[in-house]
């Protein structure tokens, strides 16, 4: 089936510096995925798609400037943290569906951020 | 994208079978019924979607209502590995954005 890796799958850094998350479709490619952010407790809520070889459309609240999207190719979109802060500790998921059919949407295995 | 609603919460015994409700009685025709399930600390995992007739897979059953307007996701014999938050999602599958409610979360006990 249909597999997406996510990648760090956990990460630690300071206040105020930059951090990239991978998202990569292994077996299939995807000219949409999906950033998802989660709080403990708390449902997914959707950030942003990604449409390869576009701007990607960020939800209503959603600052696009330190939440950078990067589609370059069919198979990779990463989640650029910009100046984070603790308050961007959260998980981070992303997911992509294969092909035109409707099937079920592929999630990655999340990424735990904790900014100190 | 149509709202749902689920019971915050259920237990089942392990073995049994895991009847999980949902309501979405503002389903429009051409949207389909998924279920998606999180283990702790992981991405949700896809079990089952329908459009109107019942499905069956390996991991569960989906039965949906004539009218469309709810629909239970059945889990024939639940074991510990069930335990997670359940999600009923409606959607037309088209690549459009999938939208997370509060989901079940379901708790298998010994």
């Known amino acids: 089936g249909a597999v997406v890796s996510q990648h760090p799958s956990w990460v630690i850094c300071k206040s105020g510096t930059s951090v990239k998350i991978e998202c990569r479709s292994l077996d299939f490619q995807a000219t949409t995925m999906f950033w998802y952010r989660q709080f403990p407790k708390q449902s997914l809520m959707l950030m942003a798609t990604?449409?390869?070889?576009?701007?990607?459309?960020?939800e209503q609240g959603v600052e696009k400037d330190k939440f950078l999207i990067n589609h370059a190719s069919l198979t990779l979109s990463t989640l650029t943290v910009t100046s984070a802060h603790p308050e961007d500790s959260s998980f981070y998921i992303c997911?992509?569906?294969?092909?035109?059919?409707?099937?079920?949407?592929?999630f990655g295995s999340g990424t735990r951020l904790t900014v100190v | 994208d149509a709202k749902t609603t689920q019971p915050p919460s259920m237990d089942c015994a392990e073995g049994r079978a895991a009847n999980l409700p949902c309501n979405h009685s503002?389903?429009?025709?051409?949207?389909?019924v998924y279920w998606y399930r999180q283990i702790h600390s992981q991405g949700p995992q896809y079990i089952i979607h329908g459009l109107k007739n019942n499905e069956t897979n390996e991991m569960a059953s989906l039965i949906i209502t004539e009218d469309r307007k709810s629909s239970t996701l059945i889990l024939p014999h639940a074991t510990l590995r069930d335990t997670a938050v359940y999600y009923c999602i409606v959607d037309t599958g088209t690549a459009s954005k999938l939208t997370f409610g509060t989901g079940t979360r379901l708790q298998v006990t010994l």
């Open positions: 503002t389903i429009s025709g051409n949207e389909y």
């Open positions: 990604s449409n390869e070889g576009s701007k990607a459309t960020y």
């Open positions: 997911s992509a569906r294969e092909g035109t059919l409707r099937g079920g949407y592929t």
